[in-house]
């Protein structure tokens, strides 16, 4: 039997990519659909990142699989498209909206992406209220390696404070733009008194070095069901005692 658990990272669903969409950071509903259809008919567990979390913690063989949803940035069509779904299948999830581009186009680095808009603040407080959890994203998505420690610093507190107090709520993990991180910035995350941080690397997540740095599998345009399959396949390991 396979176990484990498998953190799955989604940016954009949507109908149809707009031609400035990174086809990477996309999945059409259809496919979502049907994802979370072989989600509940393969009779995989979908757990909160922090039930998830729990049973890492616990440091007990993982004999079943279990599947945590997240999603990076807060696309706009989250609320129209894709929460709809999940509340259908009584999906638990987290999302990372980027905090400075509320209700606005994404617009951080190179990127100027007028078919990507961020969730609005009325939109979030929403979501929130009807148990999706709201996780911090920085406020301009730029690379925290890349820029010194004091900007980096701001990013992730002004993100996580503006955060809480749209949804009246802790703010408990964190999602590192564009997977980049390294012990300066886990550091900074940890003593913000966040609860856990996850990242681009692939793999189980009861196999991560540490709680700030949980691994996710990575879901694509190019992702049909027999790969998306494939993905979530788990060898079962026992979780880390590092916590």
Same mark, same amino acid.
């Given at each position: 039997?396979?176990?484990?658990?498998?953190?799955?990272?989604?940016?954009?669903?949507?109908?149809?990519?707009?031609?400035?969409?990174?086809?990477?950071?996309?999945?059409?509903?259809?496919?979502?659909?049907?994802?979370?259809?072989?989600?509940?008919?393969?009779?995989?567990?979908?757990?909160?990142? @922090? #039930?998830?979390?729990?049973?890492? +913690? $616990?440091?007990?063989? !993982?004999? =079943?699989?279990?599947?945590?949803?997240?999603?990076?940035?807060?696309?706009?069509?989250?609320?129209?498209?894709?929460?709809?779904?999940?509340?259908?299948?009584?999906?638990?999830?987290?999302?990372?909206?980027? @905090? #400075?581009?509320?209700?606005?186009? +994404? $617009?951080?680095?190179? !990127?100027? =992406?007028?078919?990507?808009?961020?969730?609005?603040?009325?939109?979030?407080?929403?979501?929130?209220?009807?148990?999706?959890?709201?996780?911090?994203?920085?406020?301009?998505?730029?690379?925290?390696?890349?820029?010194?420690?004091?900007?980096?610093?701001?990013?992730?507190?002004?993100?996580?404070?503006?955060?809480?107090?749209?949804?009246?709520?802790?703010?408990?993990?964190?999602?590192?733009?564009?997977?980049?991180?390294?012990?300066?910035?886990?550091?900074?995350?940890?003593?913000?008194?966040?609860?856990?941080?996850?990242?681009?690397?692939?793999?189980?997540?009861?196999?991560?070095?540490?709680?700030?740095?949980?691994?996710?599998?990575?879901?694509?345009?190019?992702?049909?069901?027999?790969?998306?399959?494939?993905?979530?396949?788990?060898?079962?390991?026992?979780?880390?005692?590092?916590?």
């Amino acid at each position: 039997m396979s176990t484990g658990i498998s953190i799955l990272l989604y940016h954009q669903i949507g109908d149809e990519p707009g031609k400035h969409t990174n086809l990477d950071c996309f999945c059409s509903v259809e496919e979502f659909r049907l994802q979370m259809e072989y989600l509940r008919d393969s009779k995989k567990q979908v757990v909160s990142l @922090a #039930g998830a979390i729990q049973r890492m +913690a $616990s440091n007990r063989e !993982i004999k =079943n699989e279990l599947v945590v949803l997240t999603f990076d940035d807060g696309c706009e069509r989250f609320y129209d498209l894709t929460f709809p779904i999940l509340n259908q299948f009584g999906f638990l999830c987290t999302i990372y909206p980027v @905090a #400075g581009c509320l209700g606005k186009p +994404a $617009s951080w680095g190179k !990127i100027q =992406n007028p078919d990507l808009k961020i969730l609005s603040s009325k939109k979030i407080r929403e979501l929130s209220d009807m148990g999706v959890e709201i996780g911090a994203h920085t406020m301009n998505h730029y690379k925290l390696t890349e820029l010194n420690n004091e900007v980096a610093y701001q990013e992730i507190y002004e993100s996580k404070d503006l955060l809480q107090e749209i949804t009246g709520r802790e703010v408990n993990s964190f999602s590192y733009p564009h997977g980049a991180y390294n012990p300066t910035i886990i550091k900074m995350v940890e003593e913000m008194e966040f609860a856990n941080a996850v990242s681009c690397i692939e793999g189980n997540a009861e196999n991560c070095r540490s709680i700030f740095e949980l691994p996710r599998k990575y879901i694509t345009y190019f992702d049909g069901i027999e790969v998306f399959k494939d993905k979530i396949k788990n060898n079962g390991s026992k979780a880390i005692s590092t916590f």
